[in-house]
């Protein structure tokens, strides 16, 4: 991934596995720190402001479960990360940012379908310690 917009930050994501007939996930390092417990997925787009990152963050490797991602945010100043709406059977996708709010599509690709998502930066709460052990996805999330 290149540098951020202002060249201050480098996110690099390293080859972790591959679900079956699926998508390859990563783990994620920012300016050569590893982010520990977490794994993601592509894409990973940076603020216009390259203060934080759009990822699509995988909460579960299990083929029969899965996919459980959801869009999350990474404050890179702060070093927290918090978790938008988790998605059961789809991946957050087609990033792009308008201002201070992130624009996502929810794919769904077992059911052909796509919903429009967003999230303005200052309505986004959870903001959680990103070296902190995630919580786990909820039962039939």
Request: hydrophobic residues 45%.
């Amino acid at each position: 991934m290149p540098r951020s917009p202002d060249g201050t930050h480098r996110a690099v994501l390293r080859f972790e596995g591959e679900i079956r007939f699926g998508p390859e996930y990563f783990r994620l390092s920012i300016n050569g720190r590893d982010i520990p417990h977490r794994i993601f997925g592509q894409p990973l787009l940076w603020s216009p402001d390259s203060r934080f990152l759009a990822a699509q963050e995988w909460l579960t490797t299990d083929y029969a479960a899965g996919p459980i991602t959801c869009a999350a945010l990474i404050d890179v100043d702060g070093w927290k990360i918090a978790r938008l709406e988790v998605l059961a059977k789809g991946f957050a996708q087609d990033f792009r940012w308008e201002g201070a709010t992130l624009q996502y599509q929810q794919v769904f690709a077992a059911r052909s379908t796509a919903f429009s998502a967003q999230a303005t930066l200052e309505s986004v709460a959870g903001w959680a310690p990103i070296d902190a052990a995630p919580p786990r996805p909820a039962e039939g999330a």
